[in-house]
């Protein structure tokens, strides 16, 4: 008898934005998608139909909540706020360079930011998120945001919440958490997947 695949969350970080694209920190700042950011939406649908899901979980804010509806789920999406970037705080809308001329050394992932989050308040987010999905036990489909994406993937592992450092992604891409063949370690399956957005 073959084996049943274990459970995928399938990750996807919304698509661009003017402050994603300048490098701005935005966390809480509802930025509306740039029209490339739509297009990335658009493009999502085809590869995201390859799975079936028993849930689709998206930010509230817009530029995820957008991206969700144009890749075709906006009709099922449920909005989660444990599902929001980072609060940035005092570095909202800050590139690094300009925090750093003032914070030599700084590091979101060490630091966090003033009157916002660090890594374990974020960290805490994304263990609520897993606990969710891992009680579902079927595939998850997530719309959210990418520094939070990337903590969720280090949680996912067992790694600390800083440990997202280590996880590049992209706008518009699509990632998936799994885990081995017989479903007892956790294991990403794909990561920073952008090959729909080619044309």
Known sequence: MARTPPPV???VRHGETAWSRSGQHTG?????LLEEGRKMGEL???PLHRWRFAAVWTSPLSRAAETCARAGYG???QAREDLMEWDYGAYEGRKGTEIRAERPGWTLW??????GENAQRVGE???????????????????????F???LAARWLALPPDSGRLFLLSTGSISALSADGDGTQPALACWNDTT???E
């Open 75 to 77: 009709g099922v999406a």
């Open 149 to 151: 994406l990337r903590v």
């Open 44 to 46: 999502l649908g085809a």
């Open 196 to 198: 729909h957005l080619r």
């Open 9 to 11: 969350v399938v990750l």
């Open 125 to 147: 987010r994304a263990d609520r998120v897993i606990a969710d999905a891992r009680d579902l036990d079927d595939n998850v489909l997530i719309f959210s945001h990418g520094h």
């Open 110 to 115: 060490r630091d966090g930011a003033p009157n």
């Open 28 to 32: 809480r700042t509802d930025m509306p």
